[in-house]
């Protein structure tokens, strides 16, 4: 079976990958830039066109590289969210009664947010999370009050 050989990119396509290294990969935009238009939606579906394209792909990853952008470092702040404590305005660890350190939740529930976005289909994170509850123990005793709702104090 022989294999398909790989186009040389185009100048569109080359301007595309740079601007999309820049712009933390926005396809419109970039799409504008590189193909000038000014029709959102036209930029958005040629950008998507060129992205589907082998040498478009591997061109942007290397792009990202060269930046210092790569699947680690754009993974280690969800990691780190994922354990983050909870800091005073001076920016020092708030502990519990123990001298324990208190997890930031509202920081975990973000990272955890985000990380199911990667791992899942878009269409079960909707399902799983369609509903938007808001925490404040201090003041409700850990109860959870939706969104909107108004608490007697």
Do not use: H, W
Not at 9 to 21: F, G
Not at 23 to 42: R, S
Not at 97 to 123: F, M, V, W
Request: charged content about 35%.
């Amino acid at each position: 079976m022989k294999k398909k050989a790989t186009s040389p990119m185009t100048e569109k396509q080359k301007k595309l990958v740079k601007t999309l290294a820049k712009n933390g990969g926005n396809k419109t935009k970039a799409g504008m830039v590189a193909y000038k238009t000014k029709k959102p939606d036209n930029a958005r579906k040629m950008a998507q066109k060129a992205l589907k394209q082998p040498n478009v792909q591997q061109a942007l990853e290397q792009e990202l590289k060269k930046q210092g952008i790569t699947l680690e470092s754009s993974i280690a702040p969800i990691s780190k969210g994922l354990r983050a404590k909870a800091r005073n305005m001076k920016g020092e660890l708030i502990c519990d009664e123990n001298g324990e350190p208190i997890d930031d939740l509202d920081t975990q529930l973000k990272a955890s947010d985000r990380a199911l976005k990667l791992l899942l289909p878009k269409e079960q994170v909707e399902a799983n999370l369609n509903f938007n509850f808001k925490i404040d123990a201090a003041k409700f005793g850990g109860e959870f009050v939706k969104e909107g709702e108004i608490v007697n104090e």
